[in-house]
Every structure is written in structure tokens, then in C-alpha cells.
């Protein structure tokens, strides 16, 4: 029986030790192979207290997923958006709200066949 209350007490002592998955940033950050922004192009996604390490961590994640020339679109702090037309036209934008955003990406992309690829909010 102590032995089970031992090991109870030590699994709540490293619960409680083990670090807290941050689920929200303050800053967040998409990028974008320009070389390639069709329908399904390669796109990477970064969470960081600073805005240069979320887009470090963009263009990171977008070189892991195959891009070859993977280039910072938008930095935000609250949603961002990203669109393609599949034809090289490419928009992005950045609101309060995940709706906006992706609208913004979709007027700044400016083809008839644009759709948003990506979009992410920071919790914060």
C-alpha cells in the first residue's frame, strides 16, 4: 500500500514539474514557396514570442514540408491567411478574426480560381 502511495505522489510531482505545452504565441508567421504557389503548394507555420522567430519558424517548416524557395508572406499577432490561384497569383492577409483574414488573402490574390491554403489565430 505505500508503495502505491509513493508512486501516486510521484507521478503528480512530475505532472506537475513537466512544462506546459504552449498552445498560443504572440506572434505567428505563414510562408510560402514562391516558386511554386499552386493549389497544394508548400507552406509552413510558426509560433513565437518574437516576430522574427515565428518567421524563422515558418520558412523552416516550409523547407521541411519540400519547398525550395520558401519566403516570409505575413507576420501576425492575431490571424493570418494565405491564398493561391494555382496559377503562380498568391495573396495573404492578417485581421482580427479568421474570417477577415482569409477574406483579405483572397482580395489580394486576385485570381477567379484563388483559395485560401492556410490560415492559423494565435490565442493569445
Known amino acids: 500500500m505505500r ?3 509513493v ?41 513565437a514570442d518574437t516576430e522574427k522567430e ?3 519558424i515558418a520558412v523552416e517548416e516550409c523547407t521541411k514540408a ?10 501576425y499577432e492575431q490571424c493570418g491567411a494565405l491564398a493561391v490561384s494555382g496559377k ?9 478574426t479568421k ?4 477574406k483579405q488573402a483572397l482580395e489580394g490574390c486576385k485570381g477567379d480560381s484563388c483559395s485560401v491554403v492556410v490560415s492559423d489565430c494565435n490565442a493569445e
Open 7 to 47: 508512486l501516486f505522489a510521484f507521478s503528480i510531482l512530475a505532472f506537475a514539474a513537466a512544462p506546459a505545452l504552449a498552445d498560443s504565441y504572440k506572434w505567428g508567421a505563414l510562408s510560402l514557396d514562391t516558386e511554386k504557389a499552386e493549389k497544394e503548394p508548400f507552406y509552413g507555420v510558426g509560433g
Open 99 to 102: 474570417k477577415d483574414a482569409e
Open 54 to 56: 515565428a518567421g524563422d
Open 88 to 96: 503562380g497569383e498568391a495573396g495573404w492577409g492578417k485581421a482580427p
Open 66 to 75: 519540400g519547398g525550395k524557395t520558401c519566403t516570409l508572406a505575413v507576420t
Open 3 to 5: 508503495l502505491k502511495s
